[in-house]
Nanobody, 121 residues
Framework: QVQLVESGGGLVQPGGSLRLSCAAS????????MGWYRQAPGKQRELVAT???????NYADSVKGRFTISRDNAKNTVALQMKSLKPEDTAVYYC???????????????WGLGTQVTVSS
């Protein structure tokens, strides 16, 4: 069994900052990629940022220069530092991991339950 647990969401004013964190736990053999997706009301879930075990990062164009993703491979954690937040960043943010469980032969996608980020004055 694998769990991804997010923390750090909340209400912030436009221009403010928030830091999201996610910890993966359970019978994990290896984590290939971790990242963050978000889903705003009435919209599809979209990629925010991902990072591989080697440190390669990928960002959505809408967050480049404002968000920074980081990862601690030893602790199976991923974080998202968000700055210069805008109202359009309001969404539920989901932690994601592409990982291989102990005893399995193929990797799979795992998701956290999500954390709400609201940017409003």
């Amino acid at each position: 069994q694998v769990q991804l647990v997010e923390s750090g969401g909340g209400l912030v004013q436009p221009g403010g900052s928030l830091r999201l964190s996610c910890a993966a736990s359970g019978s994990i053999f290896n984590i290939y990629a971790m990242g963050w997706y978000r889903q705003a009301p009435g919209k599809q879930r979209e990629l925010v940022a991902t990072i591989t075990s080697g440190g390669s990062r990928n960002y959505a164009d809408s967050v480049k220069g404002r968000f920074t993703i980081s990862r601690d491979n030893a602790k199976n954690t991923v974080a998202l530092q968000m700055k210069s937040l805008k109202p359009e960043d309001t969404a539920v943010y989901y932690c994601y991991a592409d990982l291989l469980q102990v005893g399995f032969t193929t990797a799979g996608d795992y998701w956290g339950l999500g954390t709400q980020v609201t940017v409003s004055s």
